[in-house]
């Protein structure tokens, strides 16, 4: 990914609008999901209880809320203004007191500014941009005492109707990088950890008009195209059934753990 598809304002930009339909962490069908991969952490040996724990990428407060329901105190931070709004409201309506969220880059400015180097626990990151640099996994890797988390893209991300648009454009709709990356970049520093991948799904659905913007914005922040609008409602057009677009992502992900040195 070049740096220009990477820009913080397109990534801002795109989960400000992304957060209208994100997951809600306390939706029975995503907590169960959550709360296997939790008990994948700690079958690893990631203690929970009473821990002090980063999330990095929280948006909607996904892994924070509920892992605030074990730990002593959870903090996530997301670079979108609207997922924390939607993070606070659920912690107010969960009755959640020891979890708070910031909104912030993932950055060495942002995380010397709030002090967060080497202040917690356990640091978590679950399919977040933030983290994918060489940079982005050692400054995970300095803000946790004990443990680092790391859940992110495998090698498949399948989507017949975003296919079909990034195709139209002259692109190739894959998984972003993720963990075989991340792997090679702690290899790079000396941390030896074993990759566990497994399947997972979601879905989405809205109009045809709210489908095209969802498109348009994986466009942008994922490719150099410049998005066709015309052409996507065209596409969304024909999957859509009276009005509505429903669309599924079959992916494969991976879940890492190490203790941070």
């Not at 801002?12 to 609008?17: G, H, Q």
């Not at 939790?38 to 892994?63: K, P």
């Not at 309506?93 to 180097?117: F, G, K, R, T």
Request: hydrophobic share 40%; net charge negative.
């Amino acid at each position: 990914m070049t740096a220009q598809m990477n820009t913080p304002e397109k990534q801002k930009k795109f989960w400000e609008k992304m957060a209208e339909k994100y997951p809600l962490p306390f939706d029975k069908k995503h907590l169960n999901k959550t709360q296997k991969i939790i008990s994948m952490a700690e079958d690893r040996g990631v203690q929970l209880d009473g821990a002090t724990i980063l999330d990095i990428g929280c948006g909607t407060g996904v892994y924070t809320l509920p892992l605030a329901q074990r730990a002593a105190q959870v903090t996530g931070l997301d670079l979108s203004a609207e997922m924390i709004v939607r993070f606070k409201k659920e912690q107010q309506e969960h009755d959640i007191e020891n979890a708070a969220a910031i909104q912030m880059p993932w950055s060495d400015a942002a995380v010397n500014e709030h002090q967060l180097e080497n202040a917690f626990d356990i640091v978590w990151a679950a399919m977040t941009p933030a983290v994918r640099s060489p940079e982005d996994v050692a400054r995970m890797n300095r803000c946790a005492r004990n443990w680092c988390v790391y859940i992110g893209w495998g090698g498949v991300r399948d989507n017949p109707f975003l296919q079909e648009v990034f195709q139209a454009h002259g692109q190739t709709f894959g998984p972003p990088p993720g963990a075989k990356a991340v792997q090679k970049h702690l290899a790079a520093m000396g941390i030896s950890t074993e990759l566990e991948l497994f399947r997972d799904h979601w879905e989405w659905q809205g109009t045809e008009e709210e489908a095209v913007t969802h498109a348009e914005g994986m466009l942008r922040t994922q490719s150099e195209a410049e998005p066709n609008l015309d052409l996507i409602r065209e596409i969304a057009a024909r999957f859509s059934k009276d009005g509505t677009v429903t669309h599924r992502t079959d992916v494969e992900k991976g879940i890492m753990t190490w203790q941070a040195i």
